[in-house]
């Protein structure tokens, strides 16, 4: 199972980017996925969230209006576009896969760190 997020780096506040997690070794077509994001001292949080057929998502308070999440099931590809970034979504973010239910799992990717400053 691997869950490979790329995409983050060094930007500007008021800028966007776009965040990729590819994921193998599970059937990503019946997954949730999720973004998820920890900032230094502070536990982890949920960002935003997709239903494994794309027709439902939900988000965080903090970025509605600025973040969207979409997915690609033909190439398990889940991404996250972030715009009119702040400082304080600076954070590592973490790529989510879950399934309930008989064939139930939660798989995390490594992470990629995301740092908004001028």
């Known amino acids: 199972v691997q869950l490979v997020e790329s995409g983050g780096g060094l930007v500007q506040p008021g800028g966007s980017l776009r965040l990729s997690c590819v994921a193998s070794?599970?059937?990503?077509?019946?997954?949730?996925m999720s973004w998820y994001r920890q900032a230094p001292g502070k536990e982890r949080e949920l960002v935003a969230r997709i239903s494994s057929a794309g027709d439902s998502t939900d988000y965080a308070d903090s970025v509605k209006g600025r973040f969207t999440i979409s997915r690609y099931n033909a190439e398990n590809t889940v991404y996250l576009q972030m715009n009119s970034l702040r400082p304080e979504d600076t954070a590592v973010y973490y790529c989510n896969a879950r399934r309930t239910g008989l064939y139930h799992y939660n798989y995390w990717g490594q992470g990629t760190q995301v740092t908004v400053s001028s």
């Open positions: 070794g599970f059937t990503f077509s019946r997954s949730a």
